[in-house]
């Protein structure tokens, strides 16, 4: 059984760029969550999607959006960088009913943003 | 989302018993106790959730208070590989999936 994997592992990018981050999520799982974890702090929630539609956002502009497809992987997008953008972007995967105790997380991609 | 207190910081030595408290006085009834773990360089990993009964795995224990306020995980015999931030979440049972985050406890295991 393949985890969840994330690509690219690190990036750079300048501010005011765009990026795309993608997450491939665990075998049978069809939601995909998405956390943004700045250095020393825990993860805060994005969005999450179901089915290709987004279920659920935290506090974040509309700068930040996603995508999921049909076999389930994901895209974190974000438009407009700052500086403040640099974090490890996490992505969960997990199934309606076991994503309520139990989401299975990836390795993370590192984003700076200079 | 209720919110959850845990100290900053534990130290303990390998092969002994860790407790990690975590403080949730707004708990309510629909919510669940849940613990991740983030170790060096990795995502968050789930460890154990529980709703009001203590709950065993093959990581930990987790020991809830009877008023719920409160709870504890416990690992029986730490390793060094159990050095870790560990979170304590508190999830309504018929919410979002999101998970809500707080700083954590940051776990060194001494050789």
Redesign the interface.
Known sequence: ETG?TQSPTHLIKTRGQQVTLRCSSQSGHN?V?W?QQALG?????IF?YYREEE??R?NFPPRFSGLQFPNYSSELNVNALELDDSALY?C?S?TPTS??????????TRLTVT | DAKTTQPNSMESNEEEPVHLPCNHSTISGTD?I?WYRQLP??????VI?GLTSNVNNRMASLAIAEDRKSSTLILHRATLRDAA?Y?CIL?D?GG?????????TRLTINP
Do not use: D, I
Not at chain 1, 41 to 45: I, T
Not at chain 2, 41 to 46: D, K, L, N, R
């Open positions: 969840v939601t969550s956390y702090q825990g993860p805060q929630f999450q279920n659920g935290g996490l969960a997990s994503g309520h105790y139990e989401q299975y997380f990836g390795p993370g | 669940y849940h360089s990795q995502g968050p990993e789930y959730h931030v979170y999830r049972v979002a999936q999101k998970l809500v985050f707080g700083q954590g």
